[in-house]
Nanobody
């Protein structure tokens, strides 16, 4: 099993930057895929960015070029730049383990972009 604890949310002005972190613990060797997702009010959860254990990165279309996802042994980070009002959402970190392809989610953290 894997445990995830997210941190780093808050309020930021449009154009600002924010870094989210997700502390991972448990059976880290089983992790195949890691990512950040977000959900705005009355919208579906969407991918922000993901990275595989081999370093293959994907970015969501709405944030492409404005986010950087990175990982070390036990921490998954998301650097967000040029934030927009529409980036306001609850952000979740996620991992998928192998061989069971089970998904684990951290607690959601609020990111609010407001002037």
């Amino acid at each position: 099993q894997v445990q995830l604890v997210a941190s780093g949310g808050g309020m930021v002005q449009p154009g600002g930057s924010l870094t989210l972190s997700c502390a991972m613990s448990g059976n880290l060797n089983s992790i195949n895929h890691m990512g950040w997702y977000r959900q705005a009010p009355q919208k579906e959860r969407e991918l922000v960015a993901s990275i595989t254990k081999r370093g293959v990165v994907r970015q969501g279309d709405s944030v492409k070029g404005r986010v950087t996802i990175s990982k070390d042994n036990a921490k998954l980070s998301l650097q967000m730049n040029s934030l927009r009002l529409e980036d306001t959402a609850v952000y979740y970190c996620n991992v998928i383990t192998e061989p069971d392809w089970r998904a684990y989610w951290g607690q959601g953290i609020q990111v609010t972009v407001s002037s």
